[in-house]
């Protein structure tokens, strides 16, 4: 249900699940070591998003609007963590 982004050492981006929580290292001297976290909301009929900055120097921003706190993202909609851009299908 949760995913969290933060800066990696090795050569590329890597993945590893700790418990319930799926962690993404980015090897960008950009990205914080713990930058941002994004969590799936099950609504009535669909699967949501909110992605929250936690406390990272360079931000984390939607559409390149800053996110302050946490913000509702949207299928489609692309992320970026620190010079590193995402999107989210289902």
Same mark, same amino acid.
């Given at each position: 249900?949760?995913?969290?982004?933060?800066?990696? #050492?090795?050569?590329?981006?890597?993945?590893?699940?700790? $418990? @319930?929580?799926?962690?993404?290292? %980015?090897?960008?001297?950009? =990205? &914080?070591?713990?930058?941002?976290?994004?969590?799936?909301?099950?609504?009535? #009929?669909?699967?949501?998003?909110?992605?929250?900055?936690? $406390? @990272?120097?360079?931000?984390?921003? %939607?559409?390149?609007?800053? =996110? &302050?706190?946490?913000?509702?993202?949207?299928?489609?909609?692309?992320?970026?963590?620190?010079?590193?851009?995402?999107?989210?299908?289902?």
């Amino acid at each position: 249900r949760a995913v969290r982004f933060g800066r990696g #050492s090795g050569p590329a981006i890597a993945a590893e699940r700790i $418990g @319930s929580v799926l962690h993404i290292a %980015i090897p960008l001297g950009w =990205v &914080s070591s713990v930058h941002a976290e994004l969590r799936a909301l099950t609504t009535s #009929s669909t699967l949501e998003f909110d992605i929250r900055d936690l $406390g @990272s120097r360079n931000g984390t921003y %939607i559409e390149r609007q800053a =996110v &302050s706190g946490a913000a509702r993202l949207r299928q489609g909609e692309i992320f970026e963590v620190g010079r590193a851009f995402f999107t989210v299908r289902t």
